[in-house]
């Protein structure tokens, strides 16, 4: 695994704070927005296994993905995760260690155990944005880089991307559909439910509906 992503803990400019509402929970994240987006964050929840998850992610100017690190870690377990995209191809380093019966939640139910990294890389080709499962940060990737809300109500723009399911770090291809439904309302639909997203004016997710809202930044 890279250690590049703890070389340089320069301050960033701005702070989110989302309290999950589908079970205890919460995430913070530091974030520099100014070209395309640097956001350093921690997620922390009780379900399908107590854990913490801490990660950093870049975008580039058009704020579509290029490199996620992310470490997970519970009682007797870690997990650990470097994703890069590069062009249309998505490739991943990883490492497992202590207890290996972890297992994701998809939205939809508990999956089978599974070690971190890409499942199936052909199935990411052509998705650009990351999407870590349970963060609403990763939510506005697709809404900023598209410029979804400054389209008209109704749009609906339908895409792939690279999911990373916590706490086990596996990473699945994940169709997506963004609708429109206002100036700061988009109607979320992926794999797993689909849910009314609440934006405020920066693109930043305000309010998930049955998953998170947010209380900082």
Do not use: C, K
Request: aromatic share 6%.
């Amino acid at each position: 695994m890279s250690d590049a992503a703890d070389a340089t803990r320069e301050p960033l400019p701005a702070v989110l704070m989302w309290l999950r509402t589908d079970v205890p929970g919460w995430e913070v994240v530091v974030v520099d927005d100014r070209s395309g987006l640097r956001a350093r964050g921690s997620q922390h929840a009780v379900d399908p296994v107590p854990y913490a998850l801490s990660y950093e992610l870049w975008t580039d100017a058009r704020w579509a993905t290029t490199r996620l690190v992310a470490h997970a870690e519970g009682a007797g377990w870690t997990r650990d995760l470097e994703l890069t995209r590069n062009g249309n191809e998505w490739t991943s380093v990883s490492a497992a260690a202590g207890e290996a019966d972890i297992a994701s939640f998809d939205g939809s139910g508990v999956r089978a155990p599974a070690p971190p990294g890409i499942a199936d890389p052909e199935a990411l080709r052509g998705a650009v944005d990351v999407d870590i499962g349970g963060s609403p940060l990763t939510n506005a990737l697709p809404v900023r880089r598209l410029g979804l809300l400054a389209t008209e109500p109704g749009s609906v723009v339908r895409l792939g991307s690279a999911w990373v399911l916590p706490p086990t770090l596996e990473v699945v291809a994940s169709a997506q559909t963004y609708e429109v439904l206002s100036g700061d309302r988009i109607r979320y639909g992926d794999a797993g439910n689909g849910a009314v997203i609440e934006y405020d004016a920066d693109g930043w997710v305000r309010d998930y509906e049955g998953l998170a809202r947010r209380v900082a930044g």
